[in-house]
């Protein structure tokens, strides 16, 4: 198969992988913007905000085609400054989002209001899971994200900053079009819960560590470590910046619970290791063609 088939194949089994839970993301975010935000005069941060304030201000089936609308330069921006793969990904979940927010408002579920800390939880915490599968997956719906991007290029700011800049001016003018900075300051406690939510979603919950070993004697360790703990590891080697000593660095991956024994046993071993552990947001198990 030439490589440009395989790398389409590819990307199609990907695309068609992630389609699946592109769409549920859409269903939940859909579901609490209108069941629990619009309802209770709350916004989103991003595109997802403009449009919902956009719809307030004419006729609230609009909606849809104010997402559609607002992120078409975006996706124009990203096709040129990012690439075509990224951009059918960006469409497909703006597309299937737009049309469960229209569906859900022609074929409204029941509304939720309630205190404001109801609101503020259940609609964050609903929606952050809805976009943290959607971004997971490789798609997005906001094209403040696309500009967060192309202005890190551009200029070194953080795609965060640029995203947590422009949300400070749209959760302002929430203020005003509704007439309401109370309003407002829920819109924006609701997106900070949202951001925790989607942060923990797109990151996982699992408690990966990963761990690198300085030892006197490698080896012996390396062979007690795959014995007694039952995982693997991999032998890298260094060199000493001040000795200029060549030795052998051990790596190792391993989940939260297994760590506490990890280092039992190599304090066991060699007392004088040295050891270090960082946190593992995703690990990836690849497999090797035969």
Request: net charge neutral.
């Amino acid at each position: 198969m030439p490589f440009h088939s395989h790398s389409q194949f590819k990307f199609g089994k990907y695309y068609l992988k992630s389609l699946f839970w592109i769409i549920v993301g859409s269903f939940l975010a859909a579901l609490s913007i209108q069941m629990i935000l619009i309802p209770n005069k709350l916004i989103d941060g991003g595109i997802v905000g403009i449009s919902i304030m956009a719809a307030y201000l004419t006729k609230d089936h609009y909606l849809s085609f104010f997402l559609v609308l607002f992120n078409i330069p975006f996706v124009i921006l990203a096709y040129r400054q990012i690439g075509k793969h990224f951009v059918i990904q960006m469409l497909t979940a703006v597309c299937i989002f737009a049309l469960f927010l229209g569906l859900f408002y022609f074929v409204p579920f029941v509304t939720f209001k309630a205190n404001d800390l109801e609101v503020i939880v259940l609609g964050g915490f609903i929606l952050g899971v809805g976009a943290g599968l959607i971004i997971r997956n490789g798609a997005s719906t906001d094209g403040t994200e696309i500009l967060g991007i192309l202005v890190n290029k551009k200029m070194g700011f953080s795609v965060g900053q640029v995203i947590l800049f422009s949300n400070f001016f749209i959760f302002g003018m929430a203020g005003f079009v509704y007439q309401n900075w109370h309003t407002a300051f829920l819109s924006l406690m609701t997106y900070v819960v949202v951001s925790k939510v989607m942060d923990a979603v797109i990151v996982g919950f699992e408690e990966t560590k990963s761990v690198m070993i300085i030892s006197q004697n490698p080896q012996h360790l390396a062979e007690v470590l795959m014995r007694e703990l039952g995982v693997g590891l991999t032998v890298m080697y260094g060199r000493g910046g001040y000795t200029g000593d060549t030795r052998e660095i051990l790596y190792i991956v391993v989940e939260r619970l297994q760590l506490a024994e990890l280092k039992e046993l190599i304090h066991r071993e060699d007392p004088s290791a040295f050891v270090a552990v960082e946190n593992l947001h995703e690990v990836i198990n690849g497999k090797q063609a035969p």
